[in-house]
T-cell receptor, first 114, second 113 residues
Framework: GDSVTQMEGPVTLSEEAFLTINCTYT??????LFWYVQYPGEGLQLLLK?????DKGSNKGFEATYRKETTSFHLEKGSVQVSDSAVYFC?????????????FGKGTHLIIQP | EAGVVQSPRYKIIEKKQPVAFWCNPI?????LYWYLQNLGQGPELLIR????????DSQLPKDRFSAERLKGVDSTLKIQPAELGDSAVYLC???????????FGPGTRLLVL
């Protein structure tokens, strides 16, 4: 079945550092890919998405490129802020066979220190 | 525009008791999802509705879990009886139609003692 693998956390960085959170997937078709963010005490919020190969999703300084060759969707940000501290989830949705639930990775806890 | 609304936000019950969670999706969204999120894990789909029809409930433990979406709008997820292992966060999400971006509510955090 479909699956998503994220780098283990927590990831601890200093403010203004460069961020990469790795995400790879396995899927039997051509899924859409997402990054969701969960701030403490809040629900999941869509951060960015990409629906086909080579698409780049971007939002709030974050970006990720859908790489079909390497089945990856790594999240990057050039300069992180303390307010970026949260749990980040990579996810895919594959509509083949009628299944439409998101398949999530386990999440990566990001801690940004001032 | 109002987001997905869930209630209650927190619930503490004793094992073997029943519990129910309520979800109001974004207005106009035809597809509704219930997910289970265990501590330190990503959410897992329990059931998906298209309007009032449950079209994917293969992951719903039907011996104790039930769900309904009357009139294709609000939805209720019920557990009866609850077990200790049911302690988790129950998330509701909605999307305009199948295959489109899903928007999540804040979740209901359940603790079974």
């Amino acid at each position: 079945g479909d699956s998503v693998t994220q780098m283990e956390g927590p990831v601890t960085l200093s403010e203004e550092a460069f961020l990469t959170i790795n995400c790879t997937y396995t899927a039997t078709g051509y899924p859409s890919l997402f990054w969701y963010v969960q701030y403490p005490g809040e629900g999941l919020q869509l951060l960015l998405k990409a629906t086909k190969a080579d698409d780049k999703g971007s939002n709030k300084g974050f970006e990720a490129t859908y790489r079909k060759e390497t089945t990856s969707f790594h999240l990057e940000k050039g300069s992180v802020q303390v307010s970026d501290s949260a749990v980040y989830f990579c996810a895919l949705v594959y509509s083949g066979g009628g299944a439409d639930g998101l398949t999530f990775g386990k999440g990566t806890h990001l801690i940004i220190q001032p | 525009e109002a987001g997905v609304v869930q209630s209650p936000r927190y619930k503490i019950i004793e094992k073997k008791q029943p519990v129910a969670f309520w979800c109001n999706p974004i207005s106009g969204h035809n597809t509704l999802y219930w997910y289970l999120q265990n501590l330190g894990q990503g959410p897992e789909l329990l059931i998906r509705y298209e309007n009032e029809e449950a079209v994917d409930d293969s992951q719903l433990p039907k011996d104790r879990f039930s769900a309904e979406r009357l009139k294709g709008v609000d939805s209720t997820l019920k557990i009866q009886p609850a077990e200790l292992g049911d302690s988790a966060v129950y998330l509701c999400a909605s999307s305009p139609n199948t295959g489109e971006t899903q928007y999540f509510g804040p979740g209901t955090r359940l603790l079974v003692l």
